[in-house]
């Protein structure tokens, strides 16, 4: 949460896809993928799924970093 704010973002703790626009949480910062309620809830509802490393690179590099290379989603993705 510390870095969050460091950068002037926002943390949202709980999801609600109904609340306004200002409040919508847009990313899941996580440590690995856990069959969770707020997962699922994440993923159906299309916010980023981010490893927390995610969040260590931001602070170092004093902003935020695109986010495709800490995305859990498309890291695990296995297609049949």
Do not use: M
């Amino acid at each position: 949460r510390d870095i969050i704010n460091e950068l002037g973002g926002k943390v949202v703790t709980r999801f609600d896809p109904d609340c306004s626009e200002n409040e919508r949480a847009t990313h899941l910062i996580i440590d690995d993928l856990k069959k969770t309620e707020k997962l699922l809830c994440s993923i159906s509802s299309g916010l980023w799924v981010l490893h927390s490393s995610y969040l260590l690179q931001c602070r170092k590099l004093g902003k935020f970093v695109d986010v495709i290379i800490y995305s859990l989603i498309f890291s695990k993705i296995r297609f049949i």
